[in-house]
Structure formats: C-alpha cells, structure tokens
C-alpha cells in the first residue's frame, strides 16, 4: 500500500525534506535528485517549497542558489499566504478542477432535463437542473471523476500489469475508492487492486507509479528491500514520482 499523509515524508525518502537558513531566514524544503543539469524551485500554494537539483550537485550549491533566491521564495510565500489554502468549493462557473494533472475552468448550465458533465477544450461543462446547490454538484462532479477513474485505471492497469512478465498471474481486478489515507493498495486474496479515486486528478506517470507499485505487491507482500529494489528495477525514478504526487494534489 502506499500512504499519502502529504506532509509526511517516509523514511526511506527522509533525506529529502531539509531546512534552510540564512540570516533570519529559515523554511523547510523538499529536494529531489534528478537526472538534469541546473537547480530548480517551486513554491506551492501551502507555501511548500520543491527544489530538483543534479545528482551530483553538492550541498553547498543548492545553499548558494537558496541564498540567491530567498527574496523570491518569500514574496512568492506571500503572495500564496493572501489566499485560504483550502477553499470550500462551491461548484461555481469560475473555479477550477484537477483531472489528470491539469486545472480546468468549471462552467455551469442549467439543464432540468439532461445532467451531465462535458469536458470540452480544456473547460469542465456541468449541466445541472440544480445550479445553486453546491452538495447536488458535487454529487454530479463525484460521478463523471468516478466514470473517469475506471476508465482511465483499467487502461493504464493493462498497460502498467504488461511490463511485468507475470506468467503465473492473471492481471488483477479493480476497485475505486475514496480513501483518505492512502493512493493505493493490493489484496493477494482477491487478487486485486484498489486504488484511491483522487488519482485520477493526477498525471499519467502518477497514476502508473501507484499502480507499478501495488502491482510490486504481487511479487512481494512486505516493504522490504526485495520489495524496494523490485520497484526500482521497474521504475527507477519512483522516489521522484512519489514526493511530486504529494505535492501535486495540495490544494
Ligand atoms: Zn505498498
């Protein structure tokens, strides 16, 4: 199973989240290591920091270039700290939705005689007999992710299940779910997976990395390293993947 407690970062990828200081300066940050040339950073909406640096980049350059850069890392800090993190969200023409890694613009129509919802040219069509009820639009909203979810799973189930060369297995079932704690688990006794229905806002490559992981499960029940190094034999950056989904799907 794969646990997603976003600000937790596991122990095996404890080495990512890091502090920094600098006069009266100080916040924590998440790095990652990665196959590339200079050192990035993102500020997110909570006010999380990312940096991607190279492989071989030392400490002392992601400290010079964080020095470099904290002016901007606090405007920017400030800049989200204006805006409620967690915004309830109305169902409103306007506001926007994740699916499948990108925002889309929500409008909404009223239709007494045919709810559904479109996405069309990037922006979310809902039309709904009762446009003024946020919990009925949500309820609406609910189903086309669902819809979404078991499409878009089983096809990347197929896709990710192939890589494998099981000879013994039958590809496993599906099942959706609004989990609040995890993305992702596998059951040996009904040979199947389950997967959190909050993934489908995510990427492609997100999507496959929880399903490559619960599919590792076939192989090896337990989080150990037969496990970890089974992982990385099928997905080499899945430390990346997994600290960028956290990160990712924070609102
Ligand atoms: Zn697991």
């Not at 229905?197 to 499960?217: F, G, N, P, R, W």
């Not at 337990?222 to 899945?238: I, M, V």
Request: a positive charge; aromatic letters at 12%; hydrophobic letters at 35%.
């Amino acid at each position: 199973m794969i646990a997603h407690n976003n600000l937790k970062i596991e122990e095996h990828n404890a080495k990512t989240k890091l502090h920094f200081v600098y006069k009266n300066v100080s916040f924590d940050y998440n790095l990652i290591r990665e196959d590339r040339k200079t050192i990035s950073l993102t500020v997110f909406p909570t006010r999380l920091l990312l940096v991607k640096a190279p492989f071989k980049g030392s400490e002392d350059r992601i400290y010079d270039f964080l020095r470099r850069k904290f002016r901007w890392v606090l405007k920017q800090q400030r800049y989200f700290a204006q805006f409620k993190i967690h915004p309830e969200k109305q169902y409103v023409s306007g506001e926007t939705f994740r699916y499948r890694g990108r925002c889309h613009k929500l409008l909404v129509r009223k239709n007494n005689h045919n709810e559904t919802i479109l996405l069309q040219h990037g922006i979310l069509k809902m039309f709904t007999a009762l446009p003024k009820q946020a919990l009925h639009n949500k309820a609406l909203l609910n189903v086309w992710y669902r819809e979404k979810a078991h499409k878009v799973f089983e096809e990347r189930l197929k896709i990710c299940f192939v890589k494998f060369d099981f000879v013994h297995n039958e590809i496993p079932g599906l099942m959706i779910k609004q989990m609040k704690r995890r993305w992702g688990s596998y059951s040996h006794k009904t040979n199947r997976v389950i997967l959190n229905q909050e993934l489908i806002k995510a990427s492609t490559k997100y999507i496959d990395y929880v399903i490559t992981h619960e599919l590792c499960h076939i192989k090896h029940r337990e989080h150990n390293r037969g496990f970890y190094d089974f992982l990385k034999s099928k997905l080499p950056k899945w430390k990346n993947l997994k600290t960028e989904l956290e990160l990712s799907l924070i609102e």
